[in-house]
């Protein structure tokens, strides 16, 4: 076979993008319409733009098997609740021509269906973790956008229950991670690895003392990272509720602290945000002094999915520094908690 003859590399992207221009014909849009990548991660998200309501759009093209078409209408159910039943600024779904919100755009080699999901456009920008000052306001703001979300979905899920995936230990740490397993994070070394093994092993002794009560446990946003929450005219606005399931609502505290767990920074913007959480909602002392483990446990998920999803730009950026941050993190929780 000669040089001209060789296949070109895959290029994801490139793929994806030819998948959204195609989704683009479930919805009402003209030809002209275009889509720009926004972001690549679990799913792809793009930005639409055409000469017709609505302008400006956003499409999600998720990943085959990361979600079921169930689990992805439950998702847009929640969603639209909470538009209709809170004062939480979140995007609201649009569906396709044909009535319904999640559109099939085509199928694998292996017969698993490529999902699609359209919303409106939020204008706003994510906090910046540059600024000390401004973001500890912004998770005051926050605690109390989270605590009006865990309000809503414990009442409104004690009658109305749906299909989203769990996520606990065993789900994130344990037997079936969802984001592969910690133990093939980069730069993992046998030290290392024992050394997350102990924290593992501490951090599933502590939750399954802390139990799954329902003032405890329940459906939560469980992605609260900046790069999820816009910022406009002092309003926080809350997207992607890609990973919504079924958690401890202090997991949500732990997300939104993704990435920069080990920044000196974080018990200030904690307790910022203990500040606005307990205005509409109750917190004990002893799940306050859990805390820490929530932000381990996150964060041993985190180089988890870094090493699972190396072609991901996020974790490309993140790289073999993340773990070697995470080490610090790990000494100090266990010289707090380890047993």
């Given at each position: 076979m000669t040089a001209m003859e060789n296949p070109a590399p895959y290029d994801p992207l490139q793929f994806f993008h030819k998948?959204?221009?195609q989704a683009l014909t479930k919805y009402q849009y003209t030809k002209n319409a275009t889509v720009r990548l926004l972001n690549y991660s679990e799913n792809i998200t793009y930005l639409v733009e055409s000469n017709e309501a609505p302008y400006?759009?956003?499409?999600?093209?998720?990943?085959?098997?990361y979600h079921s078409k169930e689990e992805l209408e439950a998702e847009l159910i929640w969603i639209e609740a909470i538009l209709s039943n809170s004062s939480i600024v979140v995007p609201e779904p649009i569906a396709g021509t044909n009535g319904e919100y999640v559109q099939v755009i085509t199928r694998d080699q292996q017969g698993n269906p490529y999902h699609c999901v359209m919303f409106t456009f939020l204008d706003g920008r994510a906090p910046d973790e540059e600024n000390e000052q401004g973001l500890v306001a912004e998770f005051e703001k926050l605690g109390e956008i989270t605590a009006r979300l865990h309000n809503q979905s414990q009442t409104w899920t004690t009658i109305n229950p749906i299909n989203r995936p769990t996520?606990?230990?065993?789900?994130?740490l344990g037997s079936t991670p969802k984001w592969g397993r910690w133990q093939d994070g980069i730069e993992v070394t046998p030290?290392?690895?024992l050394l997350f093994q102990r924290v593992a092993e501490t951090i599933k002794q502590r939750l399954s003392k802390f139990g799954k009560t329902s003032e405890r446990y329940g459906l939560i946003h469980a992605d609260l990272r900046l790069a999820n929450l816009l910022v406009e005219d002092g309003t926080i606005?809350?997207?992607?509720?890609?990973?919504c399931g079924y958690s401890w609502y202090l997991y949500d505290l732990?997300?939104?602290?993704?990435?920069?767990e080990h920044k000196e920074n974080v018990p200030e913007l904690i307790q910022a945000w203990l500040t606005g959480y307990k205005k509409l909602r109750s917190i004990s002392e002893e799940e306050e002094l859990e805390i820490p483990t929530f932000i381990m446990l996150?964060?041993?998920?985190?180089v988890a999915w870094i090493g699972s999803h190396i072609d991901n730009d996020t974790a490309k950026s993140m790289g073999a520094a993340f773990t070697d941050q995470t080490v610090n993190l790990a000494e100090k929780y266990l010289y707090q908690f380890g047993y």
């Open positions: 998948l959204a221009e400006r759009s956003v499409l999600r093209v998720n990943r085959p098997g996520w606990d230990f065993e789900t994130m030290e290392r690895r606005k809350v997207i992607d509720f890609d990973d732990a997300t939104a602290l993704s990435f920069i996150r964060r041993l998920l985190l």
